[in-house]
C-alpha cells in the first residue's frame, strides 16, 4: 500500500485498523497482527506500536502480555457511550461558552449558524460542522479538554455522517438550539444540544454499520432511537 505523505505513520496505521473494524473484518475479540499490518502498509512495527497504545487509551483494543492486541468489545452498546463521552464533552466547552458568550464569539457563531443554514450538501455541511466546534473548543476548551475532545473525534468515521442524506436537516436544529442557548446565557441548554447531536451521530453510525452487516438488527434501537 502506497504511503501517504504529509500523515503520520501512526495515525495511518490508526485508520487502518479502524477501517478493519468498520468493514468487520476485525471484531471483536479478534486479534490485531502487528506484523501483517506492517507489512500492509509498507512501515516498521514502530509505529503500529504507537497506533495500538493509542488504541488501547481511546478503548478500541486491550493489550495482554506475551499474548498480543485484541479489539474490545464494539457493538451499539459501546458506540452509544462513545458518542455520549463525545456529546458530554463538547457540552462543556458549549456550557463555558454560554456562561460567558462574548460579542465576538456570538458574531462568529451566528455567522457559521448562517452558513449551516444555506448548505445543500452533506460534506459542506460537515465542514460548517466543524468550524463551529472549532470556533467554541479553541475559545473555551483548555489543553485536557482539547485533548479529550480530539480523541473522542479519532473514532467517528466522517464518511459516515456525510453519506447520510438528511445529516444537514437532522443535525441543524442541534446547532440552532445551541447557538440559542449560548446567546440565552443557558449553559444546561448548551450541553442538551450538544448531546442531542451526539446522539444522533451515534444513531447514523449504528445504522450504517447495521446496513454493512458489521452489527446485527437490536431490538433496543428502537427504544433508544
Known amino acids: ?26 471484531r471483536t475479540g479478534d486479534r490485531v497482527d502487528r ?9 516498521s512495527r514502530v509505529p503500529v506500536q504507537e497506533a495500538i ?44 461558552a454560554a456562561a460567558n458568550p462574548t460579542p465576538r464569539i456570538l458574531g462568529q ?21 466543524r468550524e463551529y466546534r472549532h470556533a ?8 485536557r479538554l482539547h485533548a479529550a475532545i480530539r480523541a473522542s473525534q479519532g473514532l467517528i468515521p466522517r464518511a459516515f455522517l456525510s453519506s447520510y442524506p438528511t445529516i444537514a436537516a437532522e443535525m441543524l436544529p442541534f446547532y440552532e438550539d445551541e447557538t440559542a442557548a449560548i446567546q440565552d446565557r443557558d449553559p444546561d441548554g448548551a450541553r442538551a444540544a450538544c448531546s442531542g447531536c451526539a446522539d444522533l451521530m ?15 438488527p437490536s431490538d433496543k434501537r428502537a427504544a433508544v432511537f
Open 202 to 216: 451515534a444513531k447514523v453510525m449504528v445504522t450504517e454499520l447495521i446496513r454493512r452487516g458489521v452489527l446485527a
Open 35 to 43: 506484523n501483517e499490518i506492517a507489512t500492509r502498509l509498507g512501515m
Open 136 to 143: 467554541v473548543n479553541d475559545e473555551y476548551a483548555g489543553p
Open 53 to 96: 497504545v493509542q488504541l488501547e487509551h481511546d478503548g478500541l483494543l486491550s493489550t495482554s502480555y506475551h499474548r498480543g492486541a485484541f479489539i474490545e468489545r464494539f457493538d451499539e452498546d459501546t458506540i452509544r457511550e462513545h458518542y455520549e463521552l463525545h456529546g458530554v464533552l463538547n457540552g462543556i466547552a458549549a456550557a463555558r
Open 1 to 26: 500500500m502506497p504511503k501517504k505523505y504529509g500523515v503520520k505513520e501512526k495515525d495511518q496505521v490508526v485508520a487502518h485498523i479502524f477501517n478493519l473494524v468498520l468493514t468487520g473484518k476485525l
Open 109 to 129: 457563531l451566528d455567522g457559521i449558524l448562517r452558513t449551516l443554514r444555506s448548505c445543500k450538501e452533506p460534506r459542506a455541511f460537515q465542514r460548517a460542522v
